[in-house]
């Protein structure tokens, strides 16, 4: 996958080791996201160190940030037992980033040989922290960033979850796309009464010893409830993971998660800010997948990695307070964005990157600068550039909020 290299302000802002990945115990650290969408999309080198000491000194959610706890030189890196007994635990974080520095170093700082060492037996955690392990890594490899790699494989091992992998059975269902799974998914959503059935039940099912280093968080509690415990509709995977051309793979997905943003679409014009999720750590994910796949293999990893993220995105939109999109709604957003194909002349981008370029909520950048990107490389389809005008809100996480809030239920 073609990249081009960033400005030297994004270079050293990336490379920044002052704060820890999450804050509050529970929120990511979005501040090097953003720098990369910023210059990605033009943004001048006074605005992107603009939002950097902005967020930085306080994110949106009106919390700072939190500085690591340890100087970097003086931080003992973990142990490879110590790697495997951390995993999904959600401590000593600095530890791990050490130890895949490390390991950098024994590789001759080839970024590519430790994403493929390393990664694979990852992917199967991609769910944690709302995805923001697979974020992290996947817009490092786009930035190219060394040390924010070493941070994304950290974050990756340090907030694992996922669907157990013993789980996934493949090809159960006979179906063609993933528009056509998820509309499977949601006849059985309601014909089974899942939500009753499954989600609240498994809510209920488990105590405060459950994920203990979770308690508190909310939403992300409650989805590691969900994916511990899966139903079938999300387990039983469709065909087209394992027969599609995997370039075709990812076009489908990006437009089914995008299909599935659009019917978040608010009366104001607002997305959802957890579905976005689906665009970018999509968009990360393939980032990691082309790395551990490149060449002409089978695709193992990306197959594999594809049927966590699909099992994963069935739970985290069953979780999620709107519940799973209805049958109507889905085929509603087909018939509204089908494969419409625009003239680069006609459609101008500029005013959505100007107003993404100056937005504090930085999920936005992030959502424009895929959404174009997508938009370039499949044929203008209306659907990307649609999904890019419709910023999300900074959702409810404020000092006297600890839980997720869902806008669709405001």
Same mark, same amino acid.
């Given at each position: 996958?073609?990249?081009?290299?960033?400005?030297?302000?994004?270079?050293?802002?990336?490379?920044?080791?002052?704060?820890?990945?999450?804050?509050?115990?529970?929120?990511?650290?979005?501040?090097? +996201?953003?720098?990369?969408?910023?210059?990605?999309?033009?943004?001048?080198?006074?605005?992107?160190?603009?939002?950097?000491?902005?967020?930085?000194?306080?994110?949106?959610?009106?919390?700072?940030?939190?500085?690591?706890?340890?100087?970097?030189?003086?931080?003992?890196?973990?142990?490879?037992?110590?790697?495997?007994?951390?995993?999904?635990?959600?401590?000593?974080?600095?530890?791990?980033?050490?130890?895949?520095?490390?390991?950098?170093?024994?590789?001759?700082?080839?970024?590519?040989?430790?994403?493929?060492?390393?990664?694979?037996?990852?992917?199967?955690?991609?769910?944690?922290?709302?995805?923001?392990?697979?974020?992290?890594?996947?817009?490092?490899?786009?930035?190219?960033?060394?040390?924010?790699?070493?941070?994304?494989?950290?974050?990756?091992?340090?907030? +694992?979850?996922?669907?157990?992998?013993?789980?996934?059975?493949?090809?159960?269902?006979?179906?063609?796309?993933?528009?056509?799974?998820?509309?499977?998914?949601?006849?059985?959503?309601?014909?089974?009464?899942?939500?009753?059935?499954?989600?609240?039940?498994?809510?209920?099912?488990?105590?405060?010893?459950?994920?203990?280093?979770?308690?508190?968080?909310?939403?992300?509690?409650?989805?590691?409830?969900?994916?511990?415990?899966?139903?079938?509709?999300?387990?039983?995977?469709?065909?087209?993971?394992?027969?599609?051309?995997?370039?075709?793979?990812?076009?489908?997905?990006?437009?089914?998660?995008?299909?599935?943003?659009?019917?978040?679409?608010?009366?104001?014009? +607002?997305?959802?800010?957890?579905?976005? +999720?689906?665009?970018?750590?999509?968009?990360?994910?393939?980032?990691?997948?082309?790395?551990?796949?490149?060449?002409?293999?089978?695709?193992?990893?990306?197959?594999?990695?594809?049927?966590?993220?699909?099992?994963?995105?069935?739970?985290?939109?069953?979780?999620?307070?709107?519940?799973?999109?209805?049958?109507?709604?889905?085929?509603?957003?087909?018939?509204?964005?089908?494969?419409?194909?625009?003239?680069?002349?006609?459609?101008?981008?500029?005013?959505?990157?100007?107003?993404?370029?100056?937005?504090?909520?930085?999920?936005?950048?992030?959502?424009?600068?895929?959404?174009?990107?997508?938009?370039?490389?499949?044929?203008?389809?209306?659907?990307?550039?649609?999904?890019?005008?419709?910023?999300?809100?900074?959702?409810?996480?404020?000092?006297?909020?600890?839980?997720?809030?869902?806008?669709?239920?405001?």
């Amino acid at each position: 996958m073609k990249v081009n290299p960033l400005k030297t302000i994004s270079k050293a802002l990336l490379a920044d080791r002052t704060f820890d990945i999450e804050f509050r115990g529970y929120l990511s650290n979005h501040a090097k +996201h953003a720098v990369i969408a910023h210059d990605r999309l033009g943004a001048p080198n006074d605005r992107i160190q603009e939002y950097w000491d902005d967020y930085t000194a306080m994110t949106p959610y009106s919390i700072q940030l939190h500085k690591v706890d340890q100087k970097w030189n003086e931080v003992q890196p973990a142990t490879e037992d110590q790697w495997c007994t951390w995993r999904g635990k959600k401590t000593h974080w600095q530890e791990q980033v050490a130890f895949m520095n490390d390991e950098l170093k024994k590789l001759d700082n080839d970024t590519d040989k430790l994403i493929q060492k390393y990664a694979p037996e990852l992917l199967s955690g991609l769910a944690g922290s709302l995805t923001h392990g697979i974020i992290h890594l996947g817009w490092a490899i786009d930035a190219q960033s060394p040390w924010m790699i070493t941070e994304g494989l950290a974050y990756l091992n340090f907030c +694992h979850i996922g669907v157990d992998e013993a789980r996934l059975n493949a090809d159960r269902h006979r179906e063609n796309s993933p528009m056509e799974s998820l509309i499977r998914a949601a006849h059985t959503w309601k014909a089974e009464n899942l939500k009753e059935d499954w989600i609240d039940r498994v809510k209920a099912k488990y105590d405060e010893s459950f994920h203990p280093e979770l308690v508190g968080s909310g939403f992300q509690h409650e989805l590691s409830k969900v994916v511990s415990d899966p139903h079938p509709v999300a387990t039983h995977l469709p065909t087209w993971i394992n027969e599609k051309n995997v370039d075709d793979l990812w076009e489908s997905m990006y437009k089914a998660a995008t299909w599935i943003y659009l019917t978040t679409i608010d009366e104001k014009g +607002h997305g959802n800010f957890l579905v976005l +999720h689906l665009l970018t750590s999509l968009w990360g994910l393939e980032h990691v997948c082309r790395v551990v796949d490149g060449g002409p293999t089978m695709m193992k990893v990306t197959r594999r990695a594809l049927s966590q993220f699909y099992a994963s995105m069935i739970c985290l939109l069953s979780t999620s307070g709107g519940g799973f999109p209805s049958v109507e709604a889905l085929e509603k957003i087909q018939t509204k964005y089908s494969p419409l194909i625009l003239d680069a002349k006609s459609f101008d981008w500029d005013p959505i990157v100007k107003d993404a370029i100056a937005e504090r909520e930085e999920h936005n950048p992030k959502l424009v600068y895929v959404m174009r990107e997508l938009w370039k490389r499949y044929g203008r389809w209306s659907g990307f550039s649609e999904a890019a005008k419709a910023f999300t809100l900074t959702p409810n996480i404020g000092p006297d909020t600890p839980e997720f809030d869902d806008p669709r239920t405001q």
